[in-house]
């Protein structure tokens, strides 16, 4: 690849449970692209080094991100429909693997890093449509005030049952003038701390559906799916 100064980032793969193969992997002979082969088709046009993260702790004395390369490999004659299958191989083959990270906040954090290191001063994240928003802003984040890298972000064809890029909530912060500056952001913060508990925070679901229908917001669901 050379002094590539793009970096395609594959969010975190996990390949284990089938549900997730379909979202690594997709269908790419019906041109239904899952995030590394989103990331290998963008990585050939951009002329970049794909980064490949685990995401969650090695599986059976093996970290996930080799596991994932073994798995994208097997399968590169499957890419015909979208690119030259032999490009795809030669990108898996030189790609950079983090086998460290344990979450989607290590994961720019690392990238970032990388980046730096190495002069690199745009990078594609790739993820599913439901969470590229998140990976985003995690880029965002840890890039800081310095802005020193650029972060582009792309969503692959193939989503999480049940979800998509409309079930995806952001809260803002308020920057409208003519709107009350309510603090809501800090609030749905500070509900991830409940949410270390999964007994507490479905209790405090429960009470939060309650609070809603006081002030009359109809709220049909359970708090556990």
């Known amino acids: 690849m050379g002094a590539t100064k793009t970096l ?19 269908n790419p002979k019906e041109e239904l692209l899952g995030v590394i082969p989103k990331a290998l088709q963008l990585a050939d046009r951009e002329g ?62 690392h990238a970032v890093a990388y980046c730096r290191k190495h002069n690199i001063r745009r990078v594609w994240v790739v993820s599913a449509p439901q969470h590229v928003f998140r990976c985003h802003q995690e880029m965002l984040i840890a890039i800081g005030s310095c802005r020193d890298v650029e972060v582009c972000a792309t969503a692959s064809d193939v989503d999480f049952p049940e979800t998509s890029s409309a079930t995806a909530i952001i809260v803002e912060s308020p920057h409208r003038s003519d709107m009350p500056r309510f603090n809501t952001p800090l609030y749905v913060r500070a509900m991830f701390q409940i949410m270390k508990n999964p007994e507490r925070f479905k209790e405090f679901l429960t009470h939060l559906g309650e609070l809603l229908a006081r002030h009359g917001v109809p709220v049909d669901w359970e708090p556990e799916k």
């Open 8 to 26: 395609v980032l594959a969010h975190g793969q996990f390949l284990l449970p089938g549900v997730w193969k379909k979202v690594v992997w997709g």
């Open 48 to 109: 970049a080094a794909v980064y490949l993260c685990s995401g969650i702790p090695p599986i059976g004395g093996r970290a996930v991100s080799p596991h994932a390369l073994e798995f994208a490999l097997e399968r590169v004659n499957e890419l015909a429909a979208v690119m030259e299958p032999a490009s795809a191989g030669n990108i898996l083959k030189e790609a950079i693997f983090d086998s460290t990270v344990q979450n989607t906040r290590d994961e720019a954090e």
